[in-house]
């Protein structure tokens, strides 16, 4: 916050990652030039900007729409953290990749909040057991926990054909937490429990919200 931009935080984190061989930052046909101007002045030859070739919001591709783009693009047969550009977290990648050694399948966070009200209608939800996710919920008007699903996913090189599959399957591919119920039903899938803080920066209210609650600190 202040004179870092949120998109910052957790680009900076990825690229102090050594195990991570490439990074690429993909985006709509219209936020291009902005996103390159960016990365130009700030991490030049380090992360590379996709253009999905979307020119307006009824033809997006949606996140997992995306991420199938970069795959076929860049003919990746690698495992693939996906890490959101909205989202401030105390979530550190060194640890979150670690835990994703331990078990080697599908990999994502969750974060606890203190009132189901938080994740009605906006989040996804994930039952556990242990580290294990057992059930996973897309924005539920009745969460079934108190677990709020955080945006950062691996997928193992073994899923990527799944992942192809549940497109094919009709699969939506604008929500990633629906993948990650698709997924529960076939293979073990394990949560990261956040530490700390989260938050889901995805209007401007909350934006001002958080410039305001961090200026003061």
Not at 100 to 118: E, G, I, W
Request: hydrophobic content about 35%.
């Amino acid at each position: 916050m202040g004179q870092k931009q949120i998109a910052s935080y957790v680009v900076e984190d990825v690229l102090s990652q050594t195990t991570i061989q490439k990074t690429y930052l993909i985006t709509s046909s219209c936020f291009v030039p902005s996103y390159q101007t960016w990365v130009n002045n700030n991490y030049k030859d380090k992360i590379e900007v996709m253009e999905n070739g979307v020119t307006s919001l009824d033809k997006k591709l949606g996140a997992i729409g995306d991420l199938l783009y970069v795959i076929r693009k860049k003919k990746i047969k690698d495992d693939i953290l996906v890490v959101p550009s909205d989202t401030l977290t105390s979530l550190k990648l060194k640890d979150f990749l670690a835990f994703f050694l331990q078990h080697k399948s599908v990999t994502t966070a969750v974060y606890k909040t203190d009132d189901k009200a938080n994740i009605a209608g906006r989040l996804g939800c994930a039952v556990l057991k242990n580290e294990r996710i057992v059930k996973f919920v897309e924005k539920p008007a009745s969460p079934p926990s108190l677990y709020m699903a955080v945006p950062y996913y691996v997928f193992p090189a073994s899923t990527i054909s799944e992942i192809e599959e549940y497109e094919k399957r009709g699969g939506v591919l604008d929500s990633p937490g629906s993948i990650l119920s698709w997924f529960v039903e076939k293979i073990p899938v394990y949560a990261y429990k956040v530490k700390g803080y989260y938050y889901d920066v995805g209007t401007p209210q909350v934006y001002r919200e958080l410039r305001e609650k961090f200026n003061r600190v």
